[in-house]
């Protein structure tokens, strides 16, 4: 997984920060955002946690649900794309981390969600309990990951630049990481209906 190694992945996601939100609305629109947002039960005074949240399109998206966000990320060229949209301190909270060592305490978030994210980190099942670790218990952890795709010809591309998966790996992936109750919602632009892998898992109580 060239992009999975944390050096390499620094340089993409300076250069990916460059053209992100021209190349994002093929791949990732403001409708299957939407979508996913409603596989949520957000309150008003949730506090939410975008990890991964890059150039800000899902923290975006969070901000009609709630005024309590929270946005992590290890790139800052993909976060500066974010402040220049929502500023760097307010209306959200903008760290710079590491998915696999989030620095927060246990039961911190409501909810947390990461799309776009999962398949450039070199150990998902240990950030998927990280996600897990800081979400209070009761609540709900997004991911939303590209899906497998189902041409020979894509798989070996697939395998060779980032981690794809479909629902049998993320139900081990989800099992490995402590979740017990989860589901997978395929979701894509009209062209691509499949394109993209949703799982929403509710936190042990």
């Known amino acids: 997984m060239a992009v999975q190694?944390?050096?390499?992945?620094r340089i993409f996601y300076k250069y990916l920060s460059k053209v992100y939100d021209q190349v994002n609305p093929f791949i990732w629109?403001?409708?299957?955002?939407?979508e996913a947002l409603d596989l949520l039960d957000i309150a008003s005074d949730d506090r939410v946690l975008d990890v991964?949240?890059?150039?800000?399109?899902?923290?975006e998206g969070i901000l009609e649900r709630t005024d309590n966000v929270h946005g992590l990320d290890q790139s800052v060229h993909q976060m500066e794309k974010a402040w220049q949209k929502l500023g760097k301190h307010d209306p959200v909270s903008f760290y710079r981390g590491d998915a696999e060592r989030l620095p927060f305490k246990d039961d911190t978030f409501d909810v947390v969600w990461s799309s776009g994210s999962i398949e450039?980190?070199?150990?998902?099942?240990a950030a998927l309990a990280e996600c897990r670790r800081i979400a209070k218990p009761g609540g709900q952890v997004l991911?939303?990951?590209?899906?497998?795709?189902?041409?020979?010809?894509f798989q070996k591309l697939a395998d060779a630049f980032m981690l794809f998966y479909g629902e049998d790996e993320a139900d081990r992936m989800f099992r490995e990481a402590g979740y017990e109750q989860f589901r997978h919602v395929t979701m894509g632009p009209s062209y691509s209906p499949k394109v993209a892998i949703?799982?929403?898992?509710?936190?042990?109580e």
């Open 52 to 59: 991964g949240c890059g150039t800000g399109f899902a923290t």
């Open 198 to 204: 949703t799982t929403v898992a509710e936190v042990p």
């Open 120 to 125: 450039y980190w070199p150990d998902p099942v």
């Open 29 to 34: 629109n403001e409708e299957m955002r939407t």
């Open 143 to 153: 991911i939303v990951g590209p899906n497998y795709p189902s041409n020979t010809v």
């Open 5 to 9: 190694d944390k050096t390499r992945a």
